[in-house]
């Protein structure tokens, strides 16, 4: 069964420093998206991303964040100057074209910012 | 703007037993999709059921069913014979249809315990 898969599951980053994660979206699907869970919380929508642009977006994804389909394949979230509260975890998922379908989610990459 | 909430941050239920998690929503859409996930200790988020709102059966996979209640904008889910492997946190989902590619918005999730 094709699935979303992530890069890297779990990373350490120092406090300020850019981090960038990683997502291949299953094949066929035309619309991406990633959410964020920081521990003990409910998952929150941050960005979907269609046609090689920005979709819609929340309050949370600031400047400080950025998205990018860099080839036909992968789908990369970019967090530059990391804080502590950037600490979570962030999930890519996507959906294929129509509105109704199920977004399938990856594993999930844990971030931890010290 | 669709809220989801979850009023059971926690339930229990014996193996081999029924126990039912709520989920209410607010919407002003007519068509729209609800979802149930499940997140293990893992943390991966696995989709449970969904329902199409412009349906009026219940949607059921295996021991998992609904109970929608559209007037009400009640979205219940109902696991009957559980077992150990169902304990996860349950997230409730809503997904505008007017929209493609329209973002899940989630509840705050039920933290299910089965019990041997």
């Known amino acids: 069964e094709p699935e979303v898969t992530q890069t890297p599951s779990h990373q350490v980053t120092q406090m300020g420093q850019e981090v960038i994660l990683r997502c291949v979206p299953i094949?066929?699907?035309?619309?991406f998206y990633w959410y964020r869970q920081i521990l003990g919380q409910k998952v929150e929508f941050l960005v979907s991303?269609?046609?090689?642009?920005?979709?819609?977006k929340s309050e949370i994804f600031d400047d400080q964040f950025s998205v990018e389909r860099p080839d036909g394949s992968n789908f990369t979230l970019k967090i530059r100057s990391t804080k502590l509260e950037d600490s979570a975890m962030y999930f890519c998922?996507?959906?294929?074209?129509?509105?109704?379908?199920?977004?399938?989610f990856g594993e999930g990459s844990w971030l931890t910012v010290v | 703007a669709q809220t989801v909430t979850q009023s059971q941050p926690e339930m229990s239920v014996q193996e081999a037993e029924t126990v039912t998690l709520s989920c209410t929503y607010d919407?002003?859409?007519?068509?729209?999709?609800l979802f149930w996930y499940k997140q293990p200790p893992s943390r991966q988020m696995i989709l449970v059921i969904r329902?199409?709102?412009?349906?009026?059966q219940n949607a059921t996979e295996n021991r998992f069913s609904v109970n929608f209640q559209k007037a009400a904008k009640s979205f219940s889910l109902k696991i009957s014979d559980s077992q150990l492997g169902d304990a996860a946190m349950y997230f409730c989902?809503?997904?505008?249809?007017?929209?493609?590619?329209?973002?899940?918005?989630f509840g705050e999730g039920t933290q299910l315990t089965v019990n041997p």
């Open positions: 998922a996507s959906s294929s074209m129509h509105s109704g379908n199920t977004i399938y």
């Open positions: 094949s066929n699907h035309l619309y």
């Open positions: 991303f269609y046609n090689n642009e920005i979709s819609e």
């Open positions: 919407t002003s859409e007519s068509d729209y999709y």
């Open positions: 329902q199409e709102a412009y349906k009026q």
């Open positions: 989902a809503y997904r505008s249809a007017e929209t493609s590619g329209s973002r899940l918005t």
